[in-house]
């Protein structure tokens, strides 16, 4: 059951004062920033009984009001606003992400950088899960006479290099013939699909190569395996140390899960399209001080990974929300690009 229209309109005051001052909020201060029309008793009597319900509290006697994670929780479902992003932010946003767009893990690390440095707080994402994604195709590329390069390009945009050696020369028309026939072979298979027996039926079917192909095969493999692993890139740990929303154990903590990397990615991929953690909702203990704002991006219409940032629970939710869905739609865009 929602509240009522007036204590609504306070807790959202106190919500966005305390984000603005990080300093509680009495009744006579509210009255000159609402313009609720009552009396500074009834605003008292509606800070109390919020207090009562749990939004608020009050940090010492005497002291305004300021939110608690259930008051932040109402707040973030029911009464903030979207918030649209200055234009010239946003293209400075898109020109940082797509300023490394050589490769999936490269588009991701600049976006961390830039959403770290943009919100002053830390910021992870992880690369596109691997479990649906396909062989989109397989490159060659020279690197001396006896050894190669396969690239390997999935279908959720990861790409995974792996050098060869072999006892041959590997001269461009038989690296040509790798490339038809290998990607005759592995074109649309599923990357858990690509096991040693599968290898060895295709190596198997390749007529004249077969003698050539098995050090190909192994580096197939190998990259294969390195694009079956979801990794997270995260920036701005450092930031937590320097703000004032956290004790020295709260940011302690919340870096020591920065350095989890399984724990991160287990979080914002099991994440909605976009959604806030707010302390314990996130089930992780090193996080019960803590916000995590998270964003899924897209690869041909299906959700991969995810962008997220790491904060105090004393943050401008609406715009930060605002920056990750805009970062992570970056993403997409410039991942697909890329494909």
Do not use: W
Request: overall charge neutral; glycine content about 8%.
């Amino acid at each position: 059951m929602g509240l009522a229209l007036r204590k609504e309109k306070i807790l959202s005051s106190v919500v966005e004062s305390y984000i603005r001052s990080g300093e509680p909020i009495g009744s006579k201060a509210l009255l000159e920033e609402t313009d609720l029309g009552v009396s500074s008793a009834t605003v008292r009597n509606e800070l109390k009984a919020l207090d009562e319900e749990g939004y608020l509290k009050q940090p010492h006697t005497s002291a305004g009001r300021i939110p608690t994670k259930k008051g932040y929780r109402y707040y973030i479902d029911n009464l903030m606003k979207p918030m649209i992003l200055p234009e010239r932010l946003r293209e400075n946003i898109e020109r940082a992400i797509r300023s490394g767009a050589g490769a999936p893990e490269t588009i991701l690390s600049r976006c961390v950088s830039v959403m770290a440095e943009l919100t002053r707080a830390a910021c992870a994402a992880t690369t596109p899960s691997s479990d649906e994604a396909r062989v989109h195709r397989i490159r060659f590329v020279s690197t001396g006479r006896h050894t190669s390069m396969v690239v390997l390009v999935a279908s959720n945009g990861v790409v995974k290099s792996q050098l060869f050696r072999c006892e041959f020369v590997l001269t461009p028309q038989l690296l040509s013939m790798f490339d038809k026939a290998v990607n005759e072979a592995f074109a649309g298979v599923k990357l858990k699909d690509v096991t040693q027996g599968f290898l060895q039926t295709a190596a198997s079917g390749m007529g004249e190569l077969t003698l050539f192909i098995p050090d190909v095969m192994v580096a197939i493999y190998d990259a294969v395996q390195s694009a079956l692993k979801i990794s997270v890139t995260v920036a701005g740990q450092t930031n937590l140390l320097f703000s004032d929303s956290y004790d020295f154990d709260s940011a302690r903590n919340t870096i020591r899960f920065l350095g989890d990397t399984k724990t991160i990615s287990g979080l914002l991929n099991n994440s909605r399209t976009h959604m806030i953690y707010l302390g314990e909702e996130s089930r992780i203990p090193e996080l019960r001080d803590s916000a995590v704002v998270t964003a899924r991006y897209e690869i041909g219409g299906e959700n991969a990974g995810a962008v997220a940032v790491i904060a105090p629970l004393r943050i401008d939710y609406k715009t930060i929300m605002s920056e990750v869905i805009y970062a992570a739609g970056c993403v997409s865009r410039a991942i697909g690009d890329l494909l």
